[in-house]
């Protein structure tokens, strides 16, 4: 994650949550990370509930298989035409079998340049 961007507490996520997020100076774009160790759930099916979730909230909803930090992922992203927000997700298990979940999100002038900084920079370490 960028130095100058600031922590990010999504409101609508539970206190007690594990996810990580991250936020630009704006606020308008967001990087979040989880984790969900022991993860005994098939992941294509994992990344399609996502996608079935982006659909349900209104998205145009596209998916893909690519690499993320050296690992193989399911990418799912949706275009939220009723505030032009794009969010990008990337579903995959590592050697411990630990389910991984990256986002980025932002509108449709920043987000490719949030998804090309994960994708480039993203790693477990």
Request: glycine share 8%.
């Amino acid at each position: 994650v960028p130095s100058y961007w600031k922590d990010f507490k999504d409101v609508d996520l539970p206190s007690d949550t594990t996810v990580i997020q991250y936020s630009d100076p704006s606020g308008s774009s967001i990087i979040t990370m989880d984790v969900t160790e022991n993860y005994e759930h098939d992941i294509e099916n994992t990344a399609q509930q996502g996608a079935q979730i982006m659909q349900n909230e209104g998205a145009s909803v596209e998916g893909a298989r690519v690499s993320i930090g050296g690992y193989e992922a399911y990418q799912v992203y949706g275009y939220y035409e009723n505030d032009g927000t794009i969010l990008v997700a990337w579903y995959f298990k590592d050697e411990n079998n630990a389910l991984h979940y990256v986002s980025a999100e932002g509108t449709l002038h920043d987000v490719s340049d949030v998804v090309e900084y994960v994708e480039k920079t993203y790693s477990l370490n």
